[in-house]
């Protein structure tokens, strides 16, 4: 795999630390990413033929810039409450969107798209679990700080669970 | 021709992406106004039992216009009734903090004594000050029960005063302009008891 496709991973690390202090929240926000990423590439997938490459990047940009802040929108008519906390988080997802148009071609994208997808989903669910359970007690672990502690933990754990595994699929998921 | 057929295809993509927010944006503004409303309202009355009240305290404004206090400023009087009668007054409070202006929410009970005090808006050093933001609070829950006549108006101040209430740690100023907002308050509502828990009618 290309060095580019850390990319969208790491943009995806923004959302799931600053949302995963709750996990209602940390659920809304994949359930969010996976509806928008995915109108996004099918969108793109449509149009992507007939655009030229640069006036690629900007279609892109559009379709996600138009689709968060619709998003954004309806997080505020529905639940006011949460949008105070994801309203950051939701814009950011705009970003996900053209950095996985970029990084990955061809056949490649819907893969690594799926499969970004499942991985935010499990770490959203186990840290927002987590960061809860624990937040009663230490509160740090509610804060950003504590939510990479927590992440890196839950990396190191699942990287020696997997560490008999092949060599290549452990550095692949080393470098979130 | 791809060159025209992409450019026709984002322009028209950049009409319906403007298009699209723009009309979600004029038919959720009610909706979103209403829910900021609702918000605004429950973070308000988190300072009052549920059970205490029947009516919406809110819709219930005693006073039309922000009256000017010796050492702050009553920005609203709001009532809350159960089974008719008055069970809370709510004084919603602006004063001058140590970084800007401090706004509280103080419920009273009809004989005078607070029920709770509570920071709706400021922003005092973090860490220091801001301590008064947090509910519950600890610090404000010092003023339950008070009322202007117990303790006596010299009480009403810091210990460093010679008053009765202890201060947030490192927060002198912040301390002061609450205690002095709260007894501002308190006084208020002793001189026009009869008008804010609606036992006569006004004008």
């Known amino acids: ?176 | 021709m791809k060159k025209i057929t992409s450019a026709a295809i984002l322009v028209l993509l950049g009409g319906l992406a403007i298009g699209a927010t723009y009309l979600l944006q004029i038919s959720t503004a009610e909706r979103i106004e209403a829910q900021r409303q609702a918000v605004a309202n429950r973070t308000m009355l988190e300072i009052l039992p549920v059970d205490r009240y029947d009516n919406q305290p809110l819709a219930q404004p005693v006073i039309a216009t922000p009256v000017t206090l010796p050492r702050s400023t009553l920005l609203g009087a709001y009532r809350a009734t159960r089974d008719g009668t008055t069970s809370a007054v709510l004084l919603r409070s602006q004063v001058q903090g140590y970084e800007g202006s401090i706004e509280l929410l103080v419920a009273v009970d009809p004989e005078g004594r607070v029920l709770g005090v509570k920071t709706l808006r400021q922003s005092e050093t973090p860490g220091l000050g801001a301590a008064i933001a947090g509910w519950p609070n600890a610090w404000l829950q010092t003023f339950h029960g008070k009322s202007r006549q117990a303790p006596v108006d010299e009480g009403w101040g810091l210990r460093k005063d010679h008053g009765q209430f202890d201060q947030v740690a490192g927060a002198t100023v912040t301390s002061k302009a609450v205690l002095q907002a709260v007894h501002d308050a308190l006084r208020y509502f002793d001189e026009h008891e009869a008008r804010l828990t609606g036992a006569i009618s006004h004008e």
């Open chain 1, 1 to 176: 795999m290309s060095n580019s496709a850390y990319w969208p991973r790491g943009l995806v690390l923004v959302p799931l630390v600053g949302a995963s202090g709750s996990l209602v929240n940390a659920l809304i926000l994949w359930l969010a990413w996976v509806l928008i990423s995915f109108a996004h590439g099918s969108t793109m997938a449509l149009l992507r033929p007939r655009l030229t490459d640069r006036h690629g990047l900007i279609a892109s940009s559009l379709v996600a810039a138009a689709m968060a802040a619709c998003a954004d929108l309806l997080a505020q008519a529905w639940i006011l409450e949460r949008q105070d906390a994801l309203s950051v988080y939701i814009g950011w997802i705009a970003l996900s969107c053209v950095a996985l148009e970029y990084v990955a071609v061809g056949e490649r994208r819907l893969r690594v798209h799926l499969r970004l997808a499942g991985q935010f989903g499990l770490l959203a669910i186990s840290l927002g679990a987590l960061r809860e359970l624990i937040g009663s007690g230490v509160p740090l672990a509610l804060l950003a700080p504590g939510g990479f502690i927590l992440l890196g933990l839950l990396l190191a754990a699942y990287q020696a669970w997997i560490g008999n595994k092949t060599r290549s699929t452990l550095k692949e998921t080393s470098r979130p």
